[in-house]
């Protein structure tokens, strides 16, 4: 974290191009350790049905808001200040006051608190694994276990293109707001981070929808499952089923209401349901990953969808304006509408088919 902001600060001092994609690569190389053992903590401290659902809930949620926060705060930054290196200053302050409090936080790891336990007794640690056998862990299931799995595991590999498409969309608006609410409306940087509200309402909204199909639907499920056993993981899709129907909503709605004709409000009023449906979307198939991988192989299949989620928001900015601008307001949203009907039918007919998927699975799937 100390370095990430190191760069940070490194990045709001560049004097040209060069330094600051540098410097911003190793601020995001270096804090990306933060999110990363995030899970990892929350399963060392909760049991997931004792609070760890609401905890890994929140933690799920923060990429969605903060993308979603970051323009609002970012738009008036450099409306109000004037320089784009304002906002490393920005980051500096939220990023900086994090880290402090991180040195009041305790250790978590299982496996550490038992080499100190033993350490503090007297005892011998707990073997550690060679350092070849360190290594192969780390490169066959760090490394190469996600990538594999994005390649031969049809569950993983349609839940990832559908929820990076998402998420790059949700990037997209980035470039795609600012274009069309200020050559349309007028509106300055700052207003535009207002409409991104709207997205936050969404996103709040899917974790209420959430909730009651979780209370209402899932724990049917449980209560109809064999004592000492848990529902099949495809009951955690009917979030995902319902989302899926709000993502084309908002972008058909967005895309055909952002005219001079038309109030303001209507447009914006669309990321309301793209929000709802990418959130929960996401809280659905996370969770069924979860549940079907299990603990062995769950974190492999979520960094599988991790890896090409941020590819896919990562690319998505570059080519939004070009298409924006060629395509024109309507065409350019509707082409996102029509892919994410082409993605609809994805956690549809996982929960039709997704046992017979999990069946074939190389991978432990755990028994339902």
Not at 301 to 323: D, E, H, K, Q, S
């Amino acid at each position: 974290m100390p370095i990430s902001i190191l760069f940070m600060m490194g990045s709001g001092l560049a004097q040209n191009t060069r330094t600051l994609l540098v410097c911003r690569f190793l601020s995001s190389t270096f804090g990306a350790p933060a999110v990363a053992v995030g899970a990892g903590t929350i399963s060392d401290i909760w049991e997931l049905q004792h609070g760890g659902g609401l905890a890994t809930v929140l933690f799920i949620l923060a990429p969605f808001v903060g993308s979603s926060l970051g323009p609002l705060i970012g738009g008036y930054t450099i409306q109000t200040r004037g320089d784009w290196r304002w906002l490393m200053w920005v980051m500096i302050l939220i990023a900086g006051p994090i880290w402090i409090m991180s040195f009041f936080f305790g250790e978590t790891s299982k496996k550490e608190l038992l080499r100190r336990r033993a350490h503090k007794r007297g005892l011998p640690a707990p073997p550690r694994p060679p350092a070849m056998v360190a290594l192969k862990i780390l490169f066959v299931i760090t490394l190469f276990r996600p990538i594999r799995m994005l390649f031969v595991e049809p569950i993983v590999i349609s839940i990832s293109i559908y929820v990076s498409f998402a998420f790059g969309v949700l990037f997209a608006f980035f470039v795609a707001y600012p274009y069309v609410l200020g050559s349309v409306y007028g509106f300055s940087l700052g207003q535009t981070g207002l409409a991104f509200i709207a997205i936050i309402i969404g996103i709040v909204l899917a974790v209420v929808t959430f909730a009651i199909l979780d209370r209402t639907l899932y724990a049917k499920a449980k209560a109809r499952a064999p004592p000492g056993k848990m529902p099949p993981p495809e009951e955690r899709l009917y979030t995902s089923m319902l989302g899926s129907l709000g993502i084309p909503i908002g972008l058909f709605w967005f895309a055909w209401t952002a005219q001079p004709s038309i109030h303001w409000i209507s447009p914006i009023l669309a990321g309301i349901p793209f929000g709802w449906g990418i959130t929960c979307l996401f809280l659905g198939t996370m969770t069924y990953l979860i549940d079907t991988y299990q603990a062995l192989n769950a974190a492999s299949a979520i960094a599988a969808n991790g890896l090409l989620r941020y590819t896919f928001g990562a690319v998505f900015p570059l080519f939004t304006l070009p298409m924006y601008s060629k395509l024109g307001i309507g065409w350019a949203g509707s082409l996102l509408g029509f892919i994410s009907l082409l993605l609809l039918p994805i956690p549809w007919v996982l929960y039709k088919w997704g046992p017979y998927l999990r069946g074939k699975s190389s991978y432990e799937t755990g028994h339902f």
